[in-house]
């Protein structure tokens, strides 16, 4: 059961180079998000995508860009690497969302990424 | 405006200890889930509960237990007779449902739990 991959596991970047984040689950869920966690910020939400064809911003969006390729893949690009995106990264995924039946997401296992 | 606070940042037990990991929320919606992930040394975030709004009973799972209290807007999370592998940092997550948009979460900035041996 892969659940939700993540790749890369680890990425050193110079500042201002650009990377993608690549991020695929195989339970048919609907909805999928990136997150950063941050020591001491718990996790915040960058991006999110509702449905195959719709993207929004999270809590902290600036500096990134996502795609959702299709109902399986979610990338988050990074245009001009800062040390500030330093984090580690994690994508997630969830079922049907409604009133009285919000599914738990399910996480990838993370990308740590160090900005030099 | 939403919120989770876990204001307990590191807690350290011995093993066979009783634990309790705080977590308030607040928010102004009705209907809203809340949400615990264990994240052990490894880095995963593991799904361990979700209860809903409307139901406020409280969870037994094995050793850990959740009391949900509407009251206080609180949702604690009980480790009973702990062991060294329940060492991880521990989130308290929000999310809340407007008839039918997604579930975004707002966590809380978790709780470090070591249990000694």
């Known amino acids: 059961n892969a659940g939700v991959t993540q790749t890369p596991k680890f990425q050193v970047l110079k500042t201002g180079q650009s990377m993608t984040l690549q991020c695929a689950q195989d339970?048919?869920?609907?909805?999928m998000y990136w997150y950063r966690q941050d020591p001491g910020m718990g996790l915040r939400l960058i991006y999110y995508?509702?449905?195959?064809?719709?993207?929004d911003k999270g809590e902290v969006p600036n500096g990134y860009n996502v795609s959702r390729l299709n109902k399986r893949e979610f990338s988050l690009r990074l245009e001009s690497a800062a040390p500030s995106q330093t984090s580690v990264y994690f994508c997630?995924?969830?079922?049907?969302?409604?009133?009285?039946?919000?599914?738990?997401?399910?996480f990838g296992d993370g990308t740590r990424l160090s900005i030099l | 405006a939403q919120k989770v606070t876990q204001a307990q940042t590191e807690i350290s037990v011995v093993e066979k200890e009783d634990v309790t990991l705080d977590c308030v929320y607040e928010?102004?919606?009705?209907?809203?889930?809340l949400f615990w992930y264990k994240q052990p040394p490894s880095g995963e975030l593991v799904f361990l509960i979700r209860?809903?709004?409307?139901?406020?009973q409280n969870e037994i799972s094995g050793r850990y237990s959740w009391n949900f209290q509407k009251s206080t807007s609180s949702f604690n999370f009980t480790i009973t007779a702990s062991q060294v592998v329940d060492s991880a940092v521990y989130f308290c997550?929000?999310?809340?449902?407007?008839?039918?948009?997604?579930?975004?979460?707002?966590f809380g900035t978790g709780t470090l739990l070591a249990v000694q041996p």
């Open positions: 997630a995924s969830s079922g049907f969302v409604g009133r009285g039946s919000n599914q738990p997401q399910h």
């Open positions: 339970m048919n869920h609907n909805s």
């Open positions: 995508s509702a449905s195959e064809g719709t993207t």
């Open positions: 997550a929000l999310s809340a449902s407007k008839g039918g948009a997604t579930n975004k979460l707002i």
């Open positions: 209860r809903n709004s409307f139901d406020e």
């Open positions: 928010t102004r919606d009705t209907t809203y889930y």
